[in-house]
């Protein structure tokens, strides 16, 4: 037998039904969220990156919540890998009080939250929980930047994981692609300069040259 509800019943019921209060999208790593910035609208990520890469991404929250934490699963596609080789992070906004000239754009020379510090999800030394499960009042924005590490034996190919961001009261998927290019990143950064000293200054001693003509030139690797 069927139950319908009418009326005023029907607004009884739906005034009790828990809303979901939580304001989740992503953004690129190389976009700067302020305190006072809109949560973006973007619901899913897209991410490629070489063996032995790091490529990142950034999750904005907003609204009240307690128990804020955000969970990566593994990439499932050519192969699996592991959602542990992701860091999370927690961005600590700073609250600039005086402007400051010059600057990229107006925004950026004016008082508010920006952000700075990246606080770990877990204490690299002692595996304590620092950055989350965090809580955000009502208009408050959090960040979370998760930087993924692409392992140098990795397969490659198309891969897909779920972010999870989860609260005490729900939780919000979030669909991740991850293309792993077949070539990999050199694990030495190395940059060759050139290191010239000036002559030194008329009467003052001048010292032997190691380059044949007089000229101490070093021309060195840096690590």
């Known amino acids: 037998m069927g139950v319908w509800v009418y009326g005023p019943v029907m607004l009884i019921l739906l005034a009790c039904w828990p809303a979901l209060a939580l304001d989740v999208g992503v953004a ?4 700067k969220l302020l305190g006072s910035d809109p949560v973006p ?34 990439f499932a596609g050519a ?10 992070y927690r961005e600590h906004f700073l609250d600039i009080q005086d402007a400051s000239s010059g600057g990229v754009t107006d925004h950026e020379r004016e008082p508010g939250l920006y952000p700075d510090p990246l606080i ?21 924005l959090g960040v979370v930047y998760v930087d993924v590490q692409i392992p140098r034996d990795a397969v490659p190919g198309s891969y897909t ?16 692609a991850l293309e792993v290019w077949p070539f ?14 000036a002559e030194p200054r008329q009467g003052l001693p001048r010292r032997p040259r190691r380059d044949g003509r007089g ?6 690797p840096v690590l």
């Open 184 to 197: 990999e990143i050199p694990a030495e950064r190395r940059i060759d300069i050139v290191q010239v000293r």
């Open 120 to 140: 770990p999800f877990v204490d690299p030394w002692t595996g304590d929980a620092v950055g989350a499960p965090f809580s955000l009042g009502a208009g408050e």
């Open 41 to 74: 609208d973007a619901q899913s990520v897209d991410l490629a990156a070489a063996l032995g890469e790091w490529e990142g991404f950034q999750i904005a929250v907003a609204g009240a919540a307690t128990d804020v934490d955000v969970r990566v699963g593994d």
């Open 79 to 88: 192969a699996t890998l592991s959602g542990g080789q992701a860091v999370l």
């Open 215 to 220: 000229g101490r030139a070093h021309h060195r």
């Open 161 to 176: 994981a779920t972010v999870t961001v989860s609260t005490s009261a729900e939780t919000v998927d979030i669909p991740v």
């Open 28 to 31: 690129p790593s190389t976009r």
